[in-house]
């Protein structure tokens, strides 16, 4: 059974930085497991993805060169290192997680993932 729980949200000052875990247990190495959010106002978005087998990466526009995806195979743990958050990265936090590969354009649709976290609240004040 697929079960995936984030940990790691919290309330930081602008340019301040996080660190999201994600235990990802039932998955194999033929999965994406990413991580999605919702900020007030618009709808859930991928914000990054990694394939587990190859370890490649996606990221979103907003995500690039702020935030880094990365995962422990070991620990079967998908990790979010976000650093310079702007309170327009408020919002709750996803894992998500699906078998099979998918090309870069479709890892950040959440309308792939079937199983997802309860989410963690990462809160950015200015």
């Known amino acids: 059974q697929v079960q995936l729980v984030e940990s790691g949200g919290g309330s930081v000052q602008a340019g301040g930085s996080l660190r999201l875990s994600c235990a990802a247990s039932?998955?194999?190495?033929?999965?994406?497991v990413g991580w999605f959010r919702q900020v007030p106002g618009k709808e859930r978005e991928g914000v990054a993805v990694?394939?587990?087998?190859?370890?490649?990466?996606y990221y979103a526009d907003f995500a690039k060169g702020r935030f880094t995806i990365s995962q422990d195979k070991a620990k079967k743990a998908v990790y979010l290192q976000m650093n310079n958050l702007e309170p327009t990265d408020t919002g709750l936090y996803y894992c998500?997680?699906?078998?099979?590969?998918?090309?870069?354009?479709?890892?950040?649709?959440?309308?792939?993932?079937?199983?997802w976290g309860q989410g963690t609240q990462v809160t950015v004040s200015s």
């Open positions: 990694i394939y587990a087998g190859q370890g490649s990466t």
């Open positions: 998500a997680g699906r078998p099979g590969w998918l090309e870069a354009g479709a890892a950040l649709d959440p309308r792939r993932y079937d199983a």
């Open positions: 039932g998955y194999t190495y033929n999965s994406n």
